[in-house]
Nanobody
């Protein structure tokens, strides 16, 4: 059974940091592209960052460039999102998602083209 499980969310003050983790299980290959998306209350899901499974190239939304860093450890079937200098507008449920089919949805942060999703972890940035 293919499964993605996120962790690491919580409440943090503006300017603080969090590190999110996503563990994948049941996948028969490890060169898939994987991304982080987020959804704030009352808003559409938006792409945050993607890391390619072949070469490790990365994409970031403009709103998080310079503050967030995506990384992966294939030996641990894990992807991480280091979030620094957090802002209240970073609040939302963060999801990891896999694009299985070597397409372009991940690198262009298109949620509609992602194939597998986790259930999310809540990040709240507030004083």
């Amino acid at each position: 059974q293919l499964q993605l499980v996120e962790s690491g969310g919580g409440l943090v003050q503006p300017g603080g940091s969090l590190r999110l983790s996503c563990v994948a299980s049941g996948f028969t290959k490890d060169d898939y592209d994987i991304a982080w998306f987020r959804q704030a209350p009352g808003k559409e899901r938006e792409g945050v960052s993607c890391i390619s499974g072949r070469g490790g190239s990365t994409t970031y939304a403009d709103s998080v460039k310079g503050r967030f860093t995506i990384s992966r450890d294939n030996a641990k079937n894990s992807v991480y999102l280091q979030m620094n200098s957090l802002k209240p507008e970073d609040t939302g449920v963060y999801y990891c998602a896999v694009e299985w089919s070597y397409g372009s949805s991940c690198i262009f942060l298109r949620a509609s083209g992602m194939d597998y999703w986790g259930k999310g972890t809540l990040v709240t940035v507030s004083s």
